[in-house]
């Protein structure tokens, strides 16, 4: 099975702050990730997919990069409604799986 | 637009059954790979199910294996999760998510409650 290691587990950010989340994939899955937020209480909404391709509606601000085995989410110039629980996924295979998570708060 | 609305979820007592459903719109249901995905309280995000476009396959996480069963109604728009032999570590929000080269759309969820 793949492993995803997503880091940091959580951190603390400034609005206007720039953010960076790593995964790594214990294989090569190509470009076969994609990347969620999660507030409290809330379902998971998509951010990216296939490593860069941001969905639809989702603020400039936001971007993906990587291939292979690591694999970055960035977020240029950090907004109030940012913070909130970010998550990797690999659908490269069976079974899919997600990283840890990392918990962006407010400083 | 692209909705998925779950439902059936409820409490259940350890060795009991339940079967949940996801009722889709907005988009050509039968094209599309489905899933299921689950969070456990105060937890991550775990995969669980997946069943490609006509039901012929299906694929499983391993804690699940031989409990669940995903099944599609195509003519209904409807996807399902027969979950039996329940545990409490079951316990969780189950969320429908339709996939699309990798991307997943997510319903709001559903909270399944396993105890005594």
């Known amino acids: 099975d793949i492993q995803m290691t997503q880091s940091p587990s959580s951190l603390s950010a400034s609005v206007g702050d720039r953010v960076t989340i790593t995964c790594r994939a214990s294989q090569d899955i190509r470009n076969d990730l994609s990347w969620y937020h999660q507030k409290p209480g809330k379902a998971p909404k998509g951010l990216i997919y296939a490593t860069s391709t941001l969905q639809s509606g989702v603020p400039s601000r936001f971007s993906g990069s990587g291939s292979g085995t690591e694999f970055t989410l960035t977020i240029s110039s950090l907004q109030p409604e940012d913070f909130a629980t970010y998550y990797c996924?690999?659908?490269?295979?069976?079974?899919?799986?997600f990283g840890q998570g990392t918990r962006v708060e407010i400083k | 637009e692209v909705q998925l609305a779950e439902s059936g979820g409820g409490l259940v007592q350890p060795g009991g059954s339940l079967r949940l459903s996801c009722a889709t719109s907005?988009?050509?249901?039968?094209?599309?790979?489905m899933n299921w995905l689950r969070q456990a309280p105060g937890k991550g995000l775990e995969w669980v199910a997946t069943i490609l476009q006509d039901g012929s396959e299906k694929h499983y996480v391993d804690s699940v294996k031989g409990r669940f069963t995903v099944s599609r109604d195509n003519a209904k728009n409807s996807l399902y999760l027969q979950m039996n032999s329940l545990r409490a570590e079951d316990t969780a929000v189950y969320y429908c998510?339709?996939?699309?080269?990798?991307?997943?759309?997510w319903g709001q969820g559903t909270l399944v409650t396993v105890s005594s």
């Open positions: 998510a339709r996939e699309d080269w990798g991307r997943f759309d």
């Open positions: 907005g988009f050509t249901f039968s094209t599309y790979w």
């Open positions: 996924l690999h659908s490269h295979g069976f079974p899919r799986t």
